[in-house]
């Protein structure tokens, strides 16, 4: 294609997908994305649903694995227009994570099994990783899974499960070996989160957001045949995944909808006699956080460029998150300052949609998204862990 025939097609693939939002995404689902009020599971697989039956809730996979088979610059335009349509973030651990682990490490039946459910959004994944002693210094998980028979018991907890409480399924790392390294000790078990012995406490988010849980596993039994991978190659499956979570682009197109919603804040807010946006010291700072989101965005892109499902980012994927974080905290608090006191007030029973929301309502978004943001430092990995990554892998330190 030339350059003005791939632009032509970028404009047309544009319509399309704003149209298929304007047409698809219910009212109830846009409006409270828009006011940054949580949604139900109920809403998360009804959202997923749609998407998936128009083929799109994969948008990372090629056309081979069941995915739209879109450019980098396709899958740009449709997150952009995503987001700028109020549409909410899926729950991406299936597509994002999970999946690209199936396709790269499962056995045939396991692709069979978990593969088509995972695209047509029937089964939701979490992600069992952390644990109250293991974070940072994931090999150290105690969590252990004793060969039984045809089973495995497992017995443990783990922290911080995002979805946990309506998820399917969770990616779960285990230990099946305290023997030699603690890295050669982990195995993978993809666990039914409908077995008997899982109990799951709610953690709520300073937000006011119910993200997380805490998941008990008391003598839970997991076929041997849900372990994904040979026995101690969890190191390996879990750093897989990791890249992906890492290297995810879409944060990058939704800091272009916060900038969208920042100029309307910053239009109809006052600062003394005029409006935030004629304030110099909004418009300074404005600028640099959009020159260097640019940046940012521009270097990203040209990592991820050969990114899709079955490829993943590597080692450069620290530089993709450390980039997205610094953007999304930086765009989170100017929309913070720009919606001033009345952006202060925030309630939880209101972003968990059960009481009205606050006025002015379109500012009721900024506390909780601002208090959102800072979780991205920790979130897959601490900004200091990927510092020392860098550090060691790519500056060979
Ligand atoms: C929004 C969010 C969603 C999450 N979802 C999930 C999920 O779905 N599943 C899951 O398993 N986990 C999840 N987590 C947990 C996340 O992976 C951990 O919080 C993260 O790995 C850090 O571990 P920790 O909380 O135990 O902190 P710690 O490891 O205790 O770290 C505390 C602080 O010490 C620093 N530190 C630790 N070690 C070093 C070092 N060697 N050098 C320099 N500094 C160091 C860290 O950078 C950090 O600032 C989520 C976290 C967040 C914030």
Not at 129 to 156: F, M, N, W
Not at 366 to 376: G, H, T, V
């Amino acid at each position: 294609m030339t350059t003005q025939s791939s632009a032509l097609h970028l404009e047309q693939f544009r319509a399309s997908v704003r149209a298929f939002f304007k047409t698809n995404l219910p009212d109830q689902i846009r409006d409270k994305t828009a006011a940054g009020v949580e949604l139900t599971g109920a809403e998360y697989r009804e959202w997923m649903g749609i998407l998936s039956r128009q083929g799109w809730v994969a948008v990372n996979w090629t056309s081979q694995h069941g995915g739209p088979g879109w450019s980098l610059w396709e899958r740009a335009v449709y997150e952009e227009e995503y987001f700028r349509a109020k549409a909410p973030r899926i729950v991406e651990v299936g597509v994002k994570m999970v999946g690209p682990v199936i396709l790269a490490y499962g056995s045939d039946a396991q692709r069979e099994r978990f593969v088509p459910k995972i695209l047509d959004s029937s089964e939701l994944w979490c992600q069992g990783y952390s644990e109250p002693d293991a974070g940072s210094d994931l090999a150290s998980l105690k969590t252990t899974a004793v060969a039984d028979g045809d089973v495995y018991r497992v017995q443990g907890s783990k922290i911080w499960t995002s979805y946990a409480h309506f998820s399917d399924r969770m990616f779960t790392l285990v230990r099946t070996s305290d023997k030699g390294k603690k890295r050669e000790g982990i195995s993978v078990l993809l666990i039914d989160m409908k077995s008997p012995g899982i109990r799951i406490r709610p953690i709520l988010r300073m937000d006011g957001r119910h993200e997380f849980n805490e998941v008990f596993l008391d003598d839970v039994e997991v076929p041997i045949t849900d372990r994904i991978g040979k026995e101690g190659e969890g190191w390996t499956l879990a750093n897989h995944l990791l890249g992906h979570e890492r290297g995810n682009m879409s944060h990058f197109m939704m800091i272009e909808e916060m900038f969208d919603t920042l100029t309307k804040i910053s239009t109809s807010e006052s600062a003394g006699a005029t409006t935030v946006a004629e304030s110099l010291d909004f418009r300074r700072s404005l600028a640099k956080i959009k020159i260097e989101h640019m940046a940012l965005r521009v270097t990203a892109e040209k990592i991820m460029q050969e990114v899709t499902a079955d490829r993943t980012v590597g080692k450069l994927a620290s530089v993709v998150k450390l980039g997205r974080n610094r953007s999304t905290q930086d765009v989170a608090r100017l929309m913070f300052e720009a919606g001033g006191y009345s952006a202060m007030p925030y309630d939880p029973l209101a972003i968990r949609g059960e009481g009205p929301l606050p006025e002015p309502k379109y500012l009721f978004r900024m506390a909780p998204e601002y208090f959102d943001s800072r979780k991205s430092s920790i979130a897959g990995g601490s900004e200091e862990i990927q510092k020392d990554l860098i550090a060691r892998r790519i500056l060979g330190l």
